[in-house]
C-alpha cells in the first residue's frame, strides 16, 4: 500500500536529470517554502515500504533497458564506497527499472510531494533509494555503510547519486521529539541562508519519509544530502603539515567564521571538527564551516549565559560569568567574541606543541558545567527543604571557588605563554620555531581570557594574509 505522510521539500540548487528518466523541475522554487512545508510535513509524502505492492513484482522481469556500462558503473561505484561488499548486478538493475516505473506514473506517486522514499525490498533490491521530483537519485548507503557516524541527534551516512556517481554526505535525524524539531528547521534554515555563502555549509536536498507507524500514530525521519568531505581540520597539525598549507587552512577559517558572523549569526561551537576539508593536492584546499546545532541569531534582546558548545573551545569568560551571576545576560558582540577564542582555540590545536592551555580550559568548562544533585541525594520520602538548601548554598561555594580557582590557572598560564614568546624564547615547549612570531601572538590574544584583548576577525584575516603574501 502506498503510505502519504509528510511534505518533501528539497533545497537549494542541482537541477539534474538521471539518465534521461525524469524531465527537468525547478528545485529552487519548491525550496522557498520549506519551512512552511516542514509545519504541516504529516500532510503528504510518498513512502514505499518492502511489502507495498505499488510496484508489481512482474516490473522487475524482462531484460534490463539500460546500457550496460551505465549499470557497471553504478555497481563499481557502490563496491568501491562499501569497501568489503559484493553488489550484484540484479539489485543495480531493479533499482533502474523502479525508477522507470515511478516516472511513467509520476504525476499518481509525486501528486503534491517532492520526492519518494522507496525500502529495499529483499530479493529484488538491497538498498534504499530516493527519488526528487527534479529526476535526481539518490542510492542510500545508510547501516551497511562502513563510514557511517553518530553524532547528537543526527547519524551519517553517504548516498550515491545515481547521475554521475558522485557520493554524498546524508545526515537523517528523527522526528519524534517536537523540541528537536523546532531545532532542527531553526538549523536548517541557517544551511539555508548559508546556500552560497562561501566557506559555510548549505545542503543540496532535503525531505521526510515514514519509519513505521502504530494504530494511534507514524513515525517519520527527515534526511538532507550535503557536500561530502574528505576529513576535519583534526587532521592539520604543525608536526604534520607544512607551515604553508597550515595558513591557507587558518585563513579560510578565519574567512568562514567572518562570513558566518556577515550574515547575522554567531556559531557558538566552533572546534576543528565542525571544519570540514576537502585536499585537492599541490596545497589546495576547500574549507567549510558546518554544524549550526547551537548558532544564534543576532538579537536586540540580550540571552542569559549559556555553557552550552564544546568544553575545550568554550570561551572561559563565561565560566567567569556563571559564577558571578548565573542570570548574566550575554549580547550579540559577546557571543560572536566567543566565537574568536573558539576560533583561536582551534588555531592553538593546529599550531602549538603544548596543549596546556587547551586542557586548562576544559577543566575550567568542566566545572562550570556542574550540576546540583543535592535533590537526588536526599534519599528521603519527604525532602527536608532546608537541608536541601543548605546543600545547594554548599554546592555553590564549592563550584564557585572551583571557577575561581581554574579561571586564575587559565589565565596565569596564558600570561606565562604570552611572555615566553614576547621575549623571544624558543622553547620546543611553547611552539615549533618554523611559526611565525607574530603568530604565535595572534593566537595567544584570540584564546585571552579577557574578551577586550581578543583581535577582531577582520583583524585576524588581515594577519594571516600578510604571512600568505611572505610565504
Not at 604543525?238 to 567572518?258: F, G, N, P, R, Y
Not at 520520602?381 to 555553590?396: A, F, G, M, P, S
Request: net charge positive; charged share 25%; glycine share 6%.
Amino acid at each position: 500500500m502506498l503510505r502519504r505522510s509528510p511534505f518533501f521539500y528539497k533545497v537549494f540548487l542541482l537541477l539534474l536529470l538521471v539518465c534521461g528518466v525524469f524531465s527537468p523541475f525547478s528545485a529552487v522554487a519548491a525550496s522557498k517554502n520549506f519551512l512552511k512545508a516542514f509545519s504541516s510535513y504529516k500532510s503528504s509524502l510518498t513512502t514505499i515500504f518492502p511489502n507495498d505492492s505499488v510496484i508489481p513484482n512482474s516490473v522487475f522481469e524482462g531484460a534490463c533497458q539500460f546500457p550496460k556500462g551505465k549499470i557497471k558503473s553504478v555497481k563499481e561505484s557502490l563496491e568501491k564506497a562499501f569497501g568489503h561488499i559484493i553488489v550484484s548486478q540484479k539489485t543495480v538493475e531493479n533499482i533502474f527499472k523502479a525508477v522507470k516505473y515511478l516516472s511513467e506514473f509520476r504525476s499518481h506517486f509525486f501528486n503534491n510531494n517532492e520526492s519518494i522514499y522507496v525500502y529495499n525490498r529483499p530479493g529484488f533490491f538491497a538498498f534504499d533509494f530516493q527519488v526528487y521530483i527534479d529526476g535526481t537519485v539518490f542510492i542510500h548507503l545508510g547501516e551497511k555503510d562502513p563510514k557511517k557516524a553518530h553524532g547528537g541527534f543526527k547519524e551519517f551516512s553517504r548516498s550515491l547519486r545515481l547521475e554521475d556517481n558522485k557520493l554524498f554526505g546524508s545526515l537523517r535525524f528523527s522526528l519524534s521529539d517536537k523540541n528537536k524539531v523546532e531545532d532542527l528547521k531553526e538549523e536548517l534554515k541557517i544551511m539555508r541562508a548559508m546556500e552560497k555563502v562561501p566557506h559555510n555549509l548549505g545542503f543540496d536536498y532535503f525531505g521526510i519519509y515514514e519509519v513505521s507507524s502504530t494504530d494511534k500514530e507514524k513515525y517519520y525521519e527527515g534526511i538532507f544530502q550535503t557536500e561530502l568531505y574528505q576529513s576535519t581540520l583534526e587532521k592539520y597539525t604543525i608536526t604534520k603539515t607544512s607551515i604553508k598549507d597550515l595558513m591557507t587552512l587558518l585563513l579560510q577559517a578565519a574567512k568562514a567564521v567572518e562570513n558566518f558572523h556577515k550574515k547575522g549569526y554567531a556559531h557558538m561551537d566552533i572546534k576543528q571538527d565542525n571544519f570540514l576539508v576537502n585536499s585537492f593536492g599541490m596545497g589546495k584546499y576547500n574549507l567549510t564551516l558546518a554544524d549550526y546545532g547551537l548558532s544564534e541569531k543576532a538579537s536586540l534582546t540580550p540571552t542569559i549565559n549559556s555553557l552550552l558548545g564544546t568544553r575545550a573551545y568554550k570561551d572561559p569568560y563565561f565560566c567567569e560569568l556563571e559564577r558571578i551571576d548565573t542570570q548574566h545576560k550575554l549580547g550579540f558582540g559577546d557571543k560572536k567574541n566567543a566565537d574568536i577564542f573558539s576560533l583561536g582555540m582551534v588555531f592553538y590545536g593546529m599550531m602549538f606543541y603544548n596543549h596546556e592551555l587547551k586542557d586548562l580550559n576544559l577543566r575550567l568548562n568542566v566545572e562550570a558545567r556542574t550540576k546540583f544533585k543535592g535533590f537526588y541525594e536526599t534519599h528521603c520520602d519527604e525532602i527536608d527543604l532546608e537541608k536541601l538548601i543548605k546543600l545547594e548554598r554548599k554546592w555553590i561555594e564549592e563550584r564557585n571557588e572551583g571557577i575561581a580557582k581554574n579561571y586564575i590557572a587559565y589565565s596565569k598560564a596564558h600570561a606565562i605563554f604570552l611572555k615566553k614568546i614576547e621575549q623571544h624564547k624558543k622553547n620546543s615547549d611553547i611552539m615549533y620555531n618554523s611559526t611565525p612570531e607574530e603568530l604565535k601572538k595572534l593566537i595567544l590574544k584570540m584564546i585571552s581570557p579577557i574578551p577586550e584583548e581578543r583581535p577582531s576577525v577582520r583583524r585576524v584575516i588581515h594577519v594571516l594574509t600578510g604571512f600568505m603574501k611572505r610565504l
